[in-house]
């Protein structure tokens, strides 16, 4: 992938202290965030919550859409408040230039040209002890997971979800082979880390990684 220097500076953006907690926030919700909720969590100012929000905004990190708030509709119920959530863009920035994305997509390839599946075997293989090496170092299944950059969430039903997937690029292409990596990344760290209740399994849905993790 070629590199911009358009591309480097829109990562600078995220070095405004304030305007990073306000990405990490709206990337901690399950639905899209108003100027008044951010400004209220960061105990800021409207305005200044709006300034920086529109400008993550304009360098792709969020998208942004209108709503009424819930149970307002027809004349007199105000005009539709400007919200934001998560853009499904991915940004990267290394001076000189790498392109490791190349390189795995080679990789993954090859596995699903292997027609004895015993590439993609090693693969899941490979992953389970990574997963369980890194289970063996860790606290809690939450810190391993963060650390790996999964962000783990419990939902209502105390199931861990993953909101993000590490391969998301890779996994549209490829979603059999990284799925069933993750699935046994997850099932050797659970297995690192002595979790006898826990239990990894594919729950793919839009918008988070393909795995869950429900305890018995």
């Not at 400007?82 to 990267?92: I, N, P, R």
């Not at 004895?116 to 810190?143: C, F, I, N, P, Y």
Request: aromatic share 6%; hydrophobic share 35%; proline share 5%.
């Amino acid at each position: 992938m070629t590199q911009s220097r358009d591309e480097i500076n829109r990562i600078a953006t995220l070095d405004d202290p304030l305007r990073r907690r306000l990405y990490d926030l709206v990337r901690s919700k399950e639905w899209p965030v108003g100027r008044h909720e951010a400004a209220k969590e960061l105990r800021i100012g409207r305005s200044l919550a709006a300034y920086h929000l529109d400008k993550l905004a304009e360098e792709g990190f969020l998208d942004t859409s209108y709503a009424r708030p819930e149970g307002r509709s027809g004349p007199g119920a105000g005009r539709p408040a400007k919200l934001y959530a998560l853009a499904d863009a991915e940004f990267a920035a290394t001076v000189p230039s790498r392109d490791y994305s190349f390189a795995a997509e080679m990789f993954a390839d090859a596995a699903e040209a292997d027609a004895s599946g015993r590439v993609a075997e090693a693969v899941r293989e490979t992953a389970r002890s990574s997963g369980r090496e890194l289970g063996e170092g860790s606290g809690t299944l939450h810190a391993a997971l963060a650390a790996r950059g999964y962000e783990p969430y419990e939902d209502d039903e105390g199931t861990i979800r993953l909101r993000n997937c590490p391969f998301h690029r890779l996994a549209a292409e490829h979603t059999d082979l990284v799925c069933g990596m993750n699935l046994a990344f997850v099932e050797g760290l659970v297995e690192g880390l002595g979790d006898e209740e826990a239990r990894a399994r594919l729950d793919p849905e839009p918008g988070r990684c393909c795995v869950a993790i429900r305890r018995r």
